[in-house]
């Protein structure tokens, strides 16, 4: 078999992913600047030493995919392999099999955004700021970067006589 070449980089990575129990990559500990994470995984992927799972904590999201929800990545066999690793694990979870539900932790300003949101009568931004002292734009931006592309909820606004623009969770 031949030697896969890794840069330093892809080999902290993956050393770190390997050495927990799970094989999962995020959180990431190497100290890289911008979107090297992002680059440094997609390489990854296209050598086939990590593949995308369902995630089941939201700390871990790579991306969200439109059918199958929060996904993350894993050390593949492979990937063992090639650090040397002779104690792979003998059988990695399939990737199909079923996931538990997103663990979202309590009490956080997003949980409250979203149970305001998914409320009957939907939430301002003002309401929203009130409720968790941000500013509007920082509401405007949890909704249109963490809720709406993070997480896909579908965030609708209509306008409403005597309150304003009003913002709910379309229930699909």
Not at 85 to 103: G, L, M, N, R, S
Not at 152 to 159: A, D, F, R, Y
Request: proline share 6%; with cysteine; charged share 25%.
């Amino acid at each position: 078999m031949t030697q896969i070449q890794l840069s330093d980089a892809q080999a902290v990575i993956l050393s770190t992913a390997c050495a927990r129990e799970d094989g999962a990559i995020f959180p990431v500990t190497a100290s890289l600047k911008g979107g090297a994470v992002g680059n440094v995984c997609k390489s990854l992927l296209k050598r086939g030493l990590i593949e995308e799972v369902p995630a089941t904590d939201l700390e871990t999201v790579w991306r969200h995919d439109e059918e199958r929800g929060p996904i993350t990545l894993r050390a593949t066999p492979l990937a063992y392999r090639a650090l040397g690793i002779t104690d792979a694990p003998d059988e990695i979870p399939p990737t199909e099999a079923p996931v538990a539900p997103v663990q979202r932790r309590k009490g956080t300003k997003q949980v409250t955004l979203i149970e305001m949101l998914r409320a009957e009568g939907g939430a301002t931004i003002d309401e929203i700021v009130e409720a968790t002292g941000w500013q509007p734009h920082t509401v405007r931006g949890a909704m249109s970067g963490a809720l709406k592309k993070n997480l896909g909820l579908k965030i609708t606004s209509e306008k409403v006589e005597g309150r304003g623009r009003v913002y709910r969770i379309a229930s699909d």
